[in-house]
Each structure stands twice: as C-alpha cells, then as structure tokens.
C-alpha cells in the first residue's frame, strides 16, 4: 500500500541456523549492519536512532494506528530501546478462554505495574518495536548471535528469544515500555498439547532471565535509571513466589479436600500428593506424549475438584450468612481484585466471563505444567507450529 516496497529475504538453514533467533539475526544484521554500511559514522548514528524494526508473527493481525502508538513511545523518550502493545490470544475453546483472561490479567496487572515501577521485562516478538540504535549498542547484537554452548543457554537464549533481547537492552541502560492502547491479536494454542510444550519453553527462559537480572542488579541499577534497587526487590519477591507457588497451590488444594470433603489435614495431603509423585514418575521414565496424556487426564480431575470446592465455598458463605467471615474474605477477595481490574478496562470486560475457566485450572497451569516444565529441561524444540519430518 502506499507503494511501499516490501522485500521478502528467504533463509537458507545451510548457511544460517535454524530456529526464530537466527532468523532475527539475519534480518537486523541486514537492516542495522549492510544497509547502513554506505553512510558516514555521524549519518549513520542519526538513521540508526530513528530506524525502528517491527518484530511480528506470521498470523498476528493488527491496525495502522496500533503501531503509531509504538512510534510516538520511541520519539517521545530517546531512551526507549523497545515497546510492545496490548497482545490479544484469538480462537475459541477451552484453552484458548483461559488464555484470554490469562492475557488480559497479565496486562492488566502484571506488564502496567512492571511499565509504572520499573520496565517491562519482555516486548514479546508477536507483536514488539525495536529501536535500531538500542539493537547496536555494545553487548547487545553481538552477544545476541552468540551461539549456544552450555545447558543455561539453550534454555535462556533459544527457549525464550524475545525476553533475552530485552534483558539485554535492560542491561544496556535502555527502556522497554508497555502501550496498552496498541492492540495487536495473534492466534494462540488451541489444544492442551500444543499449550503445554509452548509454555514448557517460556516457562524456563523466564526465570533464567529474570535470575540472570538480578544477578547483575548492581549493573543493572547504576546504568539504568529505569530501574531502581525497589524494583529488583520487587522482581525478587515475585521470582521467590514462582518458587514457592506449586507448594502452596498444593497445600490449598490438601486444605480444599479437608474443608470441603472433611477429609482429614494428613490424609487430605496423601491423597493429594499420589497423583503428583505419579505424575513426577510418568514425567522420568516415560515419553512426552504419554507424560500429556496423563497431565490432561489430572486437568479434568482437579477441575471437577476445583468446581466442587467453588460450589462447596458458596454454600458456606451462605450458611455462615456473612460477607466478612474468613471464607468469604478470602475467596472474595481474588475475584473482587480481577472484577475490579476488568472494570477498569471497559473495552476489555468481556474477558472476566474466562475468570470461572481460569480459577479451575490453576492447579493444572501452576502445579502440573511446573512439573512438565522442569522434567523437559532437556527438550529444546519448539514445541508448537513445527512441521514434522516424514
């Protein structure tokens, strides 16, 4: 449109790794490296500071005016190194309606408070804007293309490539900011499998990315004034709930059996834990497809369980008839706080409906995809939107 050129770059996987990074490589060593080579220095730092790569996947939909709204964020702070909009999953489906209020919350609260108290930590590479400057900057392209030697780095650099670039430009000194008014839709996984293996990669690189910015926190601190010594604590205390998570969603499900089922504290822990340690066994000693199997078949149980435990709190609440007893605080005080969050986002409100769809499968997406996660350490493909070999 506009009679704008499009050029379309092919890659060859005998002259250029596979897999999303190298790609990225190739193109922003094109754009950022041969194409500014035939201006002078000081020409070439005044392009480079203006030129902005927009990072998309190949089924993201988006408007015009969603990536002006990136750009006016670049021009009005020359310190922002990258910026990503308000990302919404597309299809319909069980998992796809859990991923659209997991979406809408993660933006809602998570990304605005990393955006107002610090910078966000990942501009995912769905839908992100890139400033060429900030990708040229020392340590920051070329530790981007270096090739993966150890353990760590599979994990950290090609399991999660979009949230690696950022911790790079964060470690830089540059902003990375968060526009909840460009709107960008990509299509999401839309069955358990797919889900799982594509949050098996995110969910590792994740926290090794988070671990290796807190690990350089001195660095991080002085030469980026974005990012203040309450922040690190912040991402310090959120990294220790990832950690502690998986017990306590285990424990409040041991508390739901013994509150609702008056099975005993000791026996309601028992029963809990055999289909988790079996899970862990299948997760050791059996191939993938068997370990999602059988992760599918504990989803349906735990929501039946976590349906019953809805329905069992209600009738308690009712029959305490108070709003201010200890169980009605508590269990209202999570849907209030999403309500609350939906509200304020009138645009968005149609995703608190998916609210009921993501309480029953907490113990799923935060007990039983940890376990996944972890024993697939060792798995390093994609996971999803792969073509299998014949």
Not at 147 to 153: A, C, G, Q
């Amino acid at each position: 449109p506009g009679k704008t050129k499009i050029v379309c770059h092919l890659k060859d996987k005998e002259k250029i790794r596979h897999k999303k990074r190298w790609s990225q490589c190739m193109y922003m060593y094109y754009l950022l490296g041969f194409r500014l080579m035939n201006f002078d220095i000081d020409r070439q730092v005044e392009i480079a500071k203006n030129t902005y790569l927009l990072a998309l996947d190949g089924d993201v939909d988006f408007q015009p005016q969603a990536i002006v709204r990136l750009v006016d964020l670049m021009k009005k702070n020359s310190n922002v190194g990258a910026a990503c909009g308000r990302i919404h999953p597309t299809g319909s489906g069980y998992i796809p309606w859990y991923q659209k209020f997991e979406y809408a919350v993660g933006h809602w609260l998570q990304k605005s408070t990393e955006h107002i108290l610090g910078c966000v930590l990942c501009s995912p590479g769905c839908f992100s804007l890139f400033r060429g400057q900030a990708l040229m900057d020392h340590n920051v392209m070329r530790t981007y293309t270096r090739v993966s030697t150890m353990p760590r780095h599979y994990v950290q650099y090609d399991q999660g490539e979009d949230r690696w670039l950022c911790t790079l430009l964060l470690q830089q000194g540059w902003r990375v900011e968060y526009s909840a008014a460009s709107d960008a839709f990509t299509a999401c996984p839309e069955t358990f499998e797919e889900f799982y293996n594509q949050r098996r990669r995110w969910m590792p690189s994740t926290i090794m990315n988070i671990l290796d910015l807190l690990a350089d926190y001195k660095n991080v601190v002085t030469v980026n004034p974005d990012i203040s010594s309450f922040y690190i604590l912040y991402q310090g205390m959120l990294m220790v709930s990832t950690f502690v998570g998986p017990g306590a969603i285990f424990l409040v499900l041991a508390g739901s059996l013994n509150t609702v089922f008056n099975v005993g504290i000791w026996y309601a822990i028992l029963y809990n834990a055999i289909p988790v340690i079996l899970f862990m066994l299948v997760c050791y000693y059996l191939d993938a497809k068997i370990q999602l199997s059988y992760a599918k078949l504990l989803t349906i149980g735990y929501v039946l369980l976590m349906l019953t435990v809805m329905i069992g709190i209600f009738i308690q609440i009712i029959e305490e008839g108070s709003l201010l007893s200890p169980t009605a605080v508590s269990f209202l005080s999570v849907f209030v706080s999403f309500f609350i969050a939906g509200v304020l986002h009138p645009y968005e409100i149609s995703c608190l409906p998916y609210l009921v769809i993501y309480y029953i499968t907490i113990p799923s997406m935060y007990l039983l995809l940890v376990i996944y996660s972890l024993f697939n350490l060792w798995n390093v493909s994609w996971g999803t939107r792969e073509i299998v070999e014949k």
